[in-house]
């Protein structure tokens, strides 16, 4: 939803592509019907998978050849119970924002040389848009939509809200 309100893009899954495990999820990325690009989105923990979290980039947009990008955002969250939800805390949340930065600076690539698109540039510029889309999280419009109570489906009361960000900075 973020993506589409801020950069223009749709997500639409594609359930025929091969994947290299049942987990992950791949999306075709879209702007005005045009394609930007696949987004595969791998977010649970599993053996020999190594442990953290981080964009990858299997294909760098280019237009020398005419090149979309295919870029991934990878998790290593607890998988739940069929039927559950995955629950995930608010440090996981913002590194969920943070590495799909990272995705989203792949996806909107548009230069003519694979030398400079995506994360190929400058490492401050490399964490410009994640930083930028981590600090989406909290702001209402997002917190309203996406945290809310498992069960019932209540945005997150706005004194638990408030606390959460006062208490992001604590002991820095």
Known sequence: WAAGELYGLAFTQVR???VYHPDVEVFEVTRGGVRV???YFDLYA????????????????QRLADVTPIVSNNSNFTPA???????????DAVTLFHEFGHGLHGLNSDVTYPSLAGTSVVR???????????????T?????????????GAPMPRALT???LRAQNFRQ
Do not use: C
């Not at 419009?141 to 498992?150: G, K």
């Open 162 to 164: 408030e606390k959460v």
């Open 140 to 152: 209402p419009e997002i917190l309203s939509r996406f945290a809310v109570h498992y069960e019932t």
């Open 124 to 138: 401050d510029f490399v964490e410009l848009p994640s930083q930028l889309n981590e600090r989406w999280l909290a």
């Open 46 to 61: 599993r053996p020999g998978k190594r442990s953290g979290a981080w964009m990858s980039e299997y294909r760098t947009q």
């Open 37 to 39: 690009g696949l987004w």
């Open 81 to 91: 119970a069929p039927g559950d939800p995955v629950l995930i805390s608010w440090t």
């Open 16 to 18: 025929d592509l091969e």
